[in-house]
Structure formats: structure tokens, C-alpha cells
Nanobody, 127 residues
Framework: QVQLVESGGGSVQSGGSLTLSCVAS????????MGWFRQPPGKEREGVAV???????SYADSVKGRFTISRDNAKNTLVLQMDNLHTEDTGVYFC?????????????????????WGQGTQVTVSS
């Protein structure tokens, strides 16, 4: 059973920073992709940032230059550093993973490519 546990959500003012962490129980010989998705209030869930098995990141245009994704394979941990937060970054943030690779050319920010999901953590950015 794969388990993903997110932490680090909270409330911050616009322009502030938050760091999200996700610890995964998944272990596969071939590696796995991991990523962050979010669901703003009243909207569909969307891809934020993902990292493939080689550590190559992909970002949504809305967060490029503000968010940084990184992974520690030894600790099965994924981190999302969020700087210069905007009110539109508000939402529930989910960690997701899938065994194998999703190349950067294969739309890795599409949620249907991920089979395992965490419970989510709330991020609220106020003006």
C-alpha cells in the first residue's frame, strides 16, 4: 500500500513563503515520478510542479520563478518551496506519485498520470 503524507500547509500573507513536504512509502526498483497538485476553491485540481525520476522538474506557468520542487530519494521525500505567494495560490495542495517515469514531453502535470495521492494540505494566502 502506497502512502503519501503531506505537511507544511498554513496561512500566510501575500508575498510570503511556505514549504510543503511529502513523505512517500513507495519503493520501486525503477524509480517513480512525484509531484504537487492543487485545487483552488470552487475549481478543478491542477498541476503545480512535478519532478521525474531523473530529478528534472516541470512547472505550471503560473508558478515558474516562484516555486521550487525538489526530491530526496534516500528519504522518499518531496519538497515544494513556495515563495512570493499570491492570493490565487490558495487551495488544497496534494502530493502525488506514480511508479515509472513521465517524461517532460509527456504532459507530466496532468493528474490522470498519477495513481497515488495524499490527503492534501491547505494553503491560504491572504492579501
Amino acid at each position: 500500500q502506497v502512502q503519501l503524507v503531506e505537511s507544511g500547509g498554513g496561512s500566510v500573507q501575500s508575498g510570503g513563503s511556505l514549504t510543503l513536504s511529502c513523505v512517500a512509502s513507495l519503493r520501486t526498483r525503477g524509480g517513480y515520478c512525484m509531484g504537487w497538485f492543487r485545487q483552488p476553491p470552487g475549481k478543478e485540481r491542477e498541476g503545480v510542479a512535478v519532478v521525474d525520476i531523473n530529478g528534472t522538474p516541470s512547472y505550471a506557468d503560473s508558478v515558474k520563478g516562484r516555486f521550487t520542487i525538489s526530491r530526496d530519494n534516500a528519504k522518499n521525500t518531496l519538497v515544494l518551496q513556495m515563495d512570493n505567494l499570491h492570493t490565487e495560490d490558495t487551495g488544497v495542495y496534494f502530493c502525488a506519485t506514480n511508479p515509472g517515469n513521465i517524461p517532460t514531453w509527456d504532459s507530466p502535470l496532468q493528474e490522470e498520470k498519477y495513481n497515488y495521492w495524499g490527503q492534501g494540505t491547505q494553503v491560504t494566502v491572504s492579501s
